[in-house]
């Protein structure tokens, strides 16, 4: 896989520009201009200018900020992926249970649909989107996931 940043350790200003010493997970550790660093690991750069007090310093202006976006940027991924997860499960146990419904069964057209909906769950976190349901299904979701959804 692709090498990540795991640790910001130094930094250096050479001809103007600023370069920070990273540690990669692959072990292959170098000096980095800042802006590439910006863009590969915000949380590390904030972090390290806390450490340093390099806040407001000269090319360090803004990284006061970083550690803060990048943590709430995480945290609403995770919440969003647990809310996805959730879904996916609800979905599943509303397509099992009409699929075991003697009264509905495999043909039946809720079966066919929670069946479809969960299908289109899986996609959901790694390409976006809602599915649809129709109204009367639509409210069987606990509505903290109904913005998943939408009525078909």
């Given at each position: 896989?692709?090498a990540?940043?795991l640790k910001?350790?130094?930094?250096?200003?050479?001809?103007?520009?600023?370069?920070?010493?990273?540690?990669?997970?692959?072990?292959?550790?170098?000096?980095v201009?800042?802006e590439?660093?910006?863009?590969?690991c915000?949380?590390?750069?904030g972090?390290?200018a806390?450490e340093?007090?390099l806040?407001g310093?000269?090319?360090w202006?803004?990284?006061d900020?970083y550690w803060?976006?990048?943590?709430?940027?995480v945290?609403?991924?995770?919440?969003?992926?647990?809310e996805?997860?959730?879904l996916?499960?609800?979905?599943?146990?509303k397509f099992?249970?009409?699929f075991?419904d003697?009264?509905?069964?495999?043909?039946?057209?809720e079966?066919?649909?929670?069946?479809?909906?969960?299908?289109?769950s899986l996609?959901?976190?790694?390409?976006?989107?809602?599915l649809k349901l129709?109204?009367?299904l639509?409210r069987?979701?606990?509505k903290?996931?109904q913005?998943?959804?939408e009525l078909?």
């Amino acid at each position: 896989g692709e090498a990540f940043i795991l640790k910001i350790t130094n930094h250096k200003t050479v001809g103007g520009e600023i370069k920070v010493w990273c540690h990669y997970s692959d072990g292959n550790d170098g000096w980095v201009p800042i802006e590439e660093a910006k863009e590969d690991c915000k949380i590390f750069l904030g972090a390290y200018a806390k450490e340093k007090n390099l806040y407001g310093q000269p090319g360090w202006k803004k990284t006061d900020g970083y550690w803060l976006k990048e943590v709430h940027d995480v945290m609403c991924k995770q919440k969003r992926s647990n809310e996805i997860s959730t879904l996916k499960c609800k979905l599943y146990k509303k397509f099992t249970t009409a699929f075991d419904d003697g009264n509905l069964g495999v043909n039946h057209q809720e079966t066919i649909i929670w069946g479809r909906a969960f299908k289109q769950s899986l996609d959901i976190e790694k390409h976006g989107g809602v599915l649809k349901l129709p109204l009367h299904l639509y409210r069987k979701i606990p509505k903290k996931l109904q913005k998943y959804v939408e009525l078909d």
